[in-house]
T-cell receptor, first 113, second 115 residues
Framework: DAGVTQSPTHLIKTRGQQVTLRCSPKSGHDTVSWYQQALGQGPQFIFQYYEEEERQRGNFPDRFSGHQFPNYSSELNVNALLLGDSALYLC????????????FGPGTRLLVL | AQKVTQAQTEISVVEKEDVTLDCVYETRDTTYYLFWYKQPPSGELVFLIRRNSFDEQNEISGRYSWNFQKSTSSFNFTITASQVVDSAVYFCALSDMNTGNQFYFGTGTSLTVIP
């Protein structure tokens, strides 16, 4: 049973560029959440996708956007990258219900120079 | 407002010692869920336990045990007879009816088990 997968594992970008991160949920899961984890901090909720729509959003600017595909996989897009966007980006999948356990992928480490 | 506090930033123990990781939470909801995750150096958060607010029974899973006390808003995690493989960052998280699907994480406790 495959767990949550994310790609790429590492990424280096420069300020002002745009980046797309990808996530495939665990088998049987239909909900994908994205988190940003800065060094030495706990993960911060960006948003959650369910039935191809953004169901809930955390306190992140509109530069952060996402998409969910019919096969439940998801993308996170960040435009106009800032140095402060350097972080580990974690994808988590769960079943559709509220407060279900979220299972995390290995993350994508983004460095913005 | 929802908040999770893990006051212990770093803990070091010698192998085979017991260690308790503290977690204090804040929420106004009566229905909520608490979680513990382990994050090894590889970065992936590994799910350990989920507990709802109506179930105050302590839970034991092998060398791991959890003590949930609503009276003190705490959900502490104890590792018995620690092993080097337990070295990781441990996060406590909260999800309540108000926040729905959003998990609030603490800042984590970095545990080092010395052989």
């Amino acid at each position: 049973d495959a767990g949550v997968t994310q790609s790429p594992t590492h990424l280096i970008k420069t300020r002002g560029q745009q980046v797309t991160l990808r996530c495939s949920p665990k088998s049987g899961h239909d909900t994908v959440s994205w988190y940003q984890q800065a060094l030495g901090q706990g993960p911060q909720f960006i948003f959650q996708y369910y039935e191809e729509e953004e169901r809930q959003r955390g306190n992140f600017p509109d530069r952060f956007s996402g998409h969910q595909f019919p096969n439940y996989s998801s993308e996170l897009n960040v435009n106009a990258l800032l140095l402060g966007d350097s972080a580990l980006y974690l994808c988590a999948s769960s079943r559709g219900g509220i407060q279900e356990t979220q299972y995390f992928g290995p993350g994508t480490r983004l460095l913005v120079l | 407002a929802q908040k999770v506090t893990q006051a212990q930033t770093e803990i070091s123990v010698v192998e085979k010692e017991d260690v308790t990781l503290d977690c204090v939470y804040e929420t106004r909801d009566t229905t909520y869920y608490l979680f513990w995750y382990k994050q090894p150096p590889s970065g992936e958060l590994v799910f350990l336990i989920r507990r709802n607010s109506f179930d105050e029974q302590n839970e034991i899973s092998g060398r791991y045990s959890w003590n949930f006390q609503k009276s003190t808003s705490s959900f502490n995690f104890t590792i018995t007879a620690s092993q080097v493989v337990d070295s990781a960052v441990y996060f406590c998280a909260l999800s309540d009816m108000n926040t729905g699907n959003q998990f609030y994480f603490g800042t984590g406790t970095s545990l080092t088990v010395i052989p």
